[in-house]
């Protein structure tokens, strides 16, 4: 997949699809967390809950659907890093079948401190991290 060094293969599960008989918009965003979970452990000792210090929300999503996914059908996630901001950095999402488009989207995750319930700075060892393994 061109531009993602980081990729997960995925495979369409009955909880993905929807009445239309394919795979479910909110399903889209559970399969960008899979591979984002994924990207995480990639860089390094990290997860959502544990960024080095701290965890990580999602404010808002962007999603383009550009063809259809089937139950069972063998899907490729890949997963990069865009930019690293102050508190936040933003990720950018491609889904493909047989190297044909079939969503794509960026989340912006906010690194987040559960205890003090507020945005904290990136940690230092992640942002480290995703710039070599990016070339940032």
Avoid: W
């Amino acid at each position: 997949m061109q531009n993602f060094r980081f990729t997960l293969p995925y495979r369409v599960r009955i909880a993905d699809i929807n009445y239309g008989g394919h795979v479910a918009n909110s399903a889209v965003l559970n399969i960008f967390q899979d591979a984002r979970i994924g990207y995480l452990a990639a860089l390094g000792p990290f997860s959502e809950l544990d960024l080095g210090g701290c965890g990580l929300i999602m404010p808002e999503a962007q999603i383009q659907f550009r063809a259809e996914m089937f139950l069972q059908q063998d899907l490729l996630v890949g997963v990069r890093c865009l930019k690293l901001g102050r508190s936040s950095f933003e990720l950018a999402y491609r889904i493909e079948r047989d190297t044909e488009l079939t969503a794509e989207g960026v989340t912006p995750m906010v690194c987040f401190d559960y205890q003090q319930r507020k945005p904290v700075r990136i940690p230092e060892p992640f942002r480290a991290a995703v710039k070599v393994y990016e070339g940032l």
